[in-house]
């Protein structure tokens, strides 16, 4: 099947126009350590009815259309990006928890669902002057309350606290909160296409997708993890792997659609399954995020651009509202939670702004309420704007909150613990080691740091990349931060982001209540350790010596740029 020259010509500038302004536009704000994805949404805002539309309205109705072959590949763009949100969820993570996260998720999504259904229903400002109806207060709820895990995770990066404790809680949470808010969305739609919304319906649907997600996330999760040890034995490595997920998550897809819930939840699924299976490495994950990220998704980022028109369909009270709310909900909802398990007050807070990044998942939540007519384009504009502003505010906010109250050099804390050229080949072994070195050097019972950090490896793995591990632990009679550095000529699988195999490893160990002392010390090896160079340097330091003149000399350069 080919198609005609002129939709040939159409669809290919509008593909090639779209990649290239969302390059430029990601490059720029990823450069001003804002996250890509904005960019891309700006760039579609330039490009778009409010810019170019504009200025030359007959091009940009030839260029974009409104119907065709383009609005088809946005849609796979949009189920890629479902499938690798679903990847991003770790189930495994989520089941080792105890209360403190069910108790810090349980409160991040019902204060913001409450109070998002209620001022919709009681606030006109709030839904644009849309008739109060319960599918109306219910998306506002979802959308007020759901939160987007993909931008969370690079905020939390960028602030580094992304391996640290208080990281992990965010992480996880935001992974409930996208299983949840999915479900419940879902359910609504499947309520809204019945064409009869009352609450019967949707306890109904309710009732029904839960059901399919639990069939998924349990039998079939079981089944494929079975499958793919043959799979990746017998066919192409990483080839086949990636075209059976993409292949799994479009079959799933067309199941949901095809029963009443939509194409977007199956995709999101199909990724929690995948993504959940101890075959699939972080570097397949990684190579198959590296094809949505860099094609699918950002036309569909961009093309959220392309359907807003800030010249005709903007309200900044509206706009503003929403922001307010989505902000003091979950800072409300954090600092509940936070009595209740005992969390400081800078750590609630934290969480609280962690936790109010709506994100993408806002917008795709705006998207369907548009297209099933529960919003006006004015208020899909407020959710959108609303989506961007929590998005490029979390990250200040959060290294405002978490600011340091004094400096602290690792020259400090680890002076005469650096052990060159570990014997351990794995790293629990490592890990083993290093904790009877923690016990001869500073009397702690080694199997219990051992056992401690061990628990927290396989919650969430410590390899940062770039050769990095940081595997660590809080104990309760540990009176002040502790840290222990080796080197390993032949490298210890960390199950880094990037694949690559850990060369320098930083055992650390923090009183149970210091959490301030874990983030700033997995910030400085961040920091330090961002250049190869350094890292090439402590490979090759023979003694203690060799390795603190190498520290003094990294913080003496980063001062003088600084």
Request: net charge neutral; charged share 15%.
């Amino acid at each position: 099947m080919l198609l005609s020259s002129y939709e040939a010509l159409s669809l290919l500038l509008s593909l090639s126009t779209m990649l290239l302004a969302s390059k430029i536009f990601s490059e720029i704000f990823t450069k001003l350590r804002m996250p890509g994805i904005i960019g891309q949404i700006i760039a579609g805002v330039v490009i778009g009815p409010t810019f170019i539309g504009n200025i030359m309205p007959d091009f940009f109705s030839w260029l974009f259309p409104s119907s065709g072959y383009l609005k088809g590949v946005v849609f796979l763009g949009l189920i890629f990006i479902m499938l690798k949100i679903g990847i991003e969820v770790e189930l495994s993570s989520i089941f080792k928890q105890g209360k403190s996260i069910v108790v810090i998720s349980f409160f991040s999504i019902i204060i913001p669902f409450l109070v998002g259904f209620f001022a919709s229903w009681y606030c006109p400002v709030v839904t644009g002057g849309s008739t109060r109806a319960l599918s109306v207060s219910l998306f506002f709820s979802i959308a007020i309350a759901i939160t987007a895990l993909p931008v969370i995770a690079k905020i939390l990066l960028d602030v580094k606290i992304f391996h640290s404790d208080l990281g992990m809680v965010i992480l996880i949470s935001a992974m409930i909160n996208d299983i949840i808010g999915w479900i419940l969305f879902s359910s609504l739609i499947k309520s809204i296409e019945s064409e009869v919304i009352a609450f019967s319906t949707i306890v109904y649907s309710l009732l029904v997708t839960i059901t399919f997600a639990i069939f998924i996330v349990t039998i079939f999760r079981y089944v494929l993890n079975e499958i793919l040890p043959f799979i990746q034995a017998k066919m192409e490595w990483p080839g086949s792997v990636i075209t059976i997920t993409l292949v799994l998550s479009m079959f799933i897809a067309s199941f949901t659609e095809s029963i009443g819930m939509h194409a977007f939840f199956g995709a999101f699924l199909a990724g929690i399954a995948i993504g959940d299976s101890s075959h699939i490495k972080s570097h397949t994950k990684d190579i198959l995020n590296q094809f949505i990220d860099n094609f699918f998704s950002p036309l569909f980022f961009v093309s959220i651009g392309l359907q807003i028109n800030l010249l005709t369909h903007f309200s900044l009270l509206q706009s503003l509202s929403l922001i307010i709310m989505i902000f003091i909900s979950n800072i409300i909802g954090s600092f509940i939670a936070g009595t209740i398990v005992k969390n400081t007050f800078r750590d609630s807070l934290a969480i609280g702004i962690g936790m109010s990044t709506s994100g993408t998942m806002g917008i795709i939540v705006g998207l369907f309420a548009l297209q099933y007519g529960i919003i006006n384009q004015t208020t899909y504009t407020s959710i959108v704007i609303m989506a961007v502003v929590t998005s490029l505010a979390a990250g200040p906010l959060l290294k405002l909150i978490l600011k340091p109250p004094k400096a602290i050099t690792l020259i400090d804390l680890i002076d005469n613990n650096f052990i060159p050229d570990c014997k351990s080949n794995n790293r629990y072994e490592l890990i083993h080691e290093l904790a009877n070195e923690v016990q001869k050097r500073w009397n702690i019972d080694a199997e219990v740091v051992a056992q401690k950090i061990i628990e927290r490896e396989m919650t969430m793995s410590t390899g940062i990349g770039n050769a990095i591990a940081v595997p660590h632990a809080r104990l309760t009679y540990c009176k002040k931060p502790l840290i222990l550095c080796t080197t390993s000529k032949q490298g210890i699988d960390f199950d880094a982001p990037d694949g690559k195999p850990a060369h320098i490893i930083f055992l650390i160990i923090t009183p149970h209540e210091d959490h301030d002392s874990q983030i700033y010390i997995l910030a400085e090896i961040s920091r330090i350790f961002s250049n190869a160079s350094v890292r090439d340097k402590v490979m090759n330091a023979t003694n203690n010596n060799e390795f603190i003149a190498i520290l003094k000399n990294t913080y003496h350069m980063l001062s003088l740029r600084e």
